[in-house]
């Protein structure tokens, strides 16, 4: 199954961030918390360091352009791929 959700956030992308198999990177950001699919995501532990670092910073939405009404964080959050929380 292809996953659309950010590793780090739970944003649904329009095209999987790593790739129609899941395993091959984009290298692209993440409009909500600007993670680079392929660079700060590349692990577990990337992945849970940096969602650290995005919600203590204020989990603020990085591209409002992209921001979806009533866009509430904690809810994006469990979006988060079940294998990366």
């Not at 590793?7 to 993440?30: A, L, M």
Request: aromatic share 14%.
């Amino acid at each position: 199954m292809i996953d659309l959700h950010c590793r780090v956030c739970g944003y649904e992308n329009d095209k999987p961030p790593w790739g129609d198999d899941n395993k091959t990177p984009e290298y692209e950001f993440c409009p909500c918390c600007n993670v680079e699919f392929g660079h700060q995501d590349y692990s577990l532990e990337s992945v849970k360091r940096y969602r650290r670092m995005w919600v203590e910073s204020g989990a603020d939405f990085k591209n409002v352009k992209f921001k979806p009404v009533n866009w509430l964080s904690e809810e994006q959050l469990k979006q988060v791929p079940k294998d990366f929380r």
